[in-house]
């Protein structure tokens, strides 16, 4: 019997050790109309690769990105049209960063890092959502493509490879 719970034991720590190796953010909850620090913790490489580009896409809604600069890493953003105008401090805007990418580093498999960019989450964005950035790791030959958004009513933790996301919490 107790060879039985610890073969359980083990297979649940398996279990969990696995579901916790997605890239996440570090604060997965924001408040609608606010500027997010996103901190995406990118967890290991790529079957044993080292890391070596991170990209991550910007959802609509998402405006006035700046992502930090990483010693070591180029910086690089991607620009293009939102498909409506916002209003960021009095200007409209109709265009703004729609991918930050890191790359030319080198972040070994045995490590984890993190990668971060801040932006505002504009009032039209639904409170009580979940609001998700497709990411990628590219490394030597092999990817991790953080990209999978569930359905109406499935349940993220279900996604073998999730986006990160961050739950919309209401206007105060």
């Known amino acids: ?38 901190v995406l913790r990118v967890p290991h490489g790529c079957d044993g690769k080292a890391t070596k580009v991170v990209r991550v896409q910007i959802p609509e809604g998402v405006i006035a990105v700046k992502p930090m600069p990483k010693a070591g890493w180029k910086l690089e953003t991607v620009k293009g049209k939102y498909e409506r105008t916002y209003e960021n401090h009095g200007s409209q805007v109709t265009e703004g960063v729609k991918e930050v990418i890191w790359s030319g580093g080198e972040l070994p498999d045995e ?62």
């Open 111 to 172: 490590f984890y890092d993190e990668f971060v960019f801040r932006g505002t989450l504009t009032a039209g964005l639904p409170a009580g959502e979940t609001l998700y950035f497709p990411a990628i790791q590219e490394c030597d030959g092999a990817a991790e493509r953080w990209i999978e958004i569930p359905a109406a009513g499935q349940d993220a933790h279900d996604l073998e490879m999730p986006a990160p996301g961050v739950k919309l919490l209401p206007m105060k």
């Open 1 to 38: 019997m107790l060879k039985k719970l610890l073969i359980a034991t083990s297979v649940l720590a398996c279990g969990a050790t696995a579901a916790s190796a997605h890239a996440t953010f570090e604060t997965q909850e924001a408040v609608v109309g606010s500027t997010y620090k996103a």
